[in-house]
């Protein structure tokens, strides 16, 4: 198994950078992709961000891109979520996700297997 645990999160004005952090631990060589999300009061679970745990390409949501940034760092076994430009729309709680084998669609939460407790992004008008 992977367990995750995330941290980073607070509350900013518009405008303003968090970076998130998630440190995975256990049976990390199994994991194919990692990835962000988010949950909104009263909304759905959303695609944020996603990367392969051992490769380059990264994935945006389009609300995202060009604003934040998934990255990992292979000797922490932990992936981030660099977050700027910050809009009040960007309010949730963000979760990180791991993929195990079987490989699935890196958009959907539910072809996650494993979750982080999730962390709260507040942002401000």
């Known amino acids: 198994q992977v367990q995750l645990v995330e941290s980073g999160g607070g509350l900013v004005q518009a405008g303003e950078s968090l970076r998130l952090s998630c440190a995975a631990s256990?049976?990390?060589?199994?994991?194919?992709?990692m990835g962000w999300f988010r949950q909104a009061p009263g909304k759905e679970r959303e695609f944020v961000a996603a990367r392969p745990w051992s490769g380059f390409n990264t994935y945006y949501a389009d609300s995202v891109k060009g604003r934040f940034t998934i990255s990992r760092d292979n000797v922490k076994n932990t992936v981030y979520l660099q977050m700027n430009s910050l809009k009040p729309g960007d309010t949730a709680v963000y979760y990180c996700a791991a993929d195990l084998p079987p490989r699935g669609d890196y958009r959907i939460w539910g072809e996650y297997d494993s979750w982080g407790q999730g962390t709260q992004v507040t942002v401000s008008s």
């Open positions: 256990g049976r990390t060589f199994s994991i194919y992709t």
